[in-house]
């Protein structure tokens, strides 16, 4: 929240969009990128010390140049850590999709709602079509699984297992 906070503060930051874009993508980096928004939560305080909020005369600068000088203090902190939130958030989201895409595969194929009655006769030549490319691609892809599991196994990476 404090980091959500100091975004708000500032405002604009430069190749994120507008403010709100940014505000509905930054639950999205809290999954990979939460470390970089904690360290902007930490690096970045919400006052000023009190020696920067007076001018020479040791009078109150107005509100609006304090803000100014908050912002022009934490832009480049919050913009820094911001793109490398938005970086983990991508790249963990790239690493894991392929398993993402299996997983929704299966719970696709698997749901309460693919019952093979509820096809209409019309549909079930398409469907038996579909199903044996599903069989077809599937077998595929177990195949290049397995030849990835047997390698990650001959370097050392991976134990072998009971499995595959």
């Known amino acids: 929240m404090q980091a959500a906070y100091s ?12 403010l709100h ?6 639950p999205k980096y809290t999954e990979h990128g939460k470390a970089r928004l904690l360290e902007l939560a930490k690096n970045t305080k919400h ?26 203090k934490y832009r480049t902190e919050i913009t820094r850590r911001l793109v490398q939130a938005r970086e983990a958030s991508q ?9 993402t895409l299996l997983s929704d595969a299966l719970k696709k194929l698997t749901h309460d709602n693919m019952i093979v009655e509820n ?15 599903l069989c077809s691609e599937s077998d595929k892809l177990k195949t290049q699984i397995y030849k990835k599991v047997k390698t990650a196994q001959k370097v ?3 134990k072998p297992s009971n499995q595959a």
Do not use: C, H, Q
């Open 91 to 99: 790249t963990g989201s790239e690493k894991n999709a392929p398993l």
């Open 21 to 26: 874009d940014i505000m509905r993508d930054l």
């Open 156 to 158: 050392g990476m991976l």
């Open 7 to 18: 975004v708000i503060r500032l405002r604009t930051v430069p190749d994120f969009g507008k």
């Open 47 to 72: 006052d000023l010390p009190l020696a920067e909020t007076v001018d020479d005369k040791g009078e109150r600068l107005p509100p609006e140049a304090i803000e100014e000088k908050w912002k022009n």
């Open 119 to 133: 096809i209409p006769t019309d549909d079930l030549t398409a469907a038996l079509a579909i199903a044996n490319d």
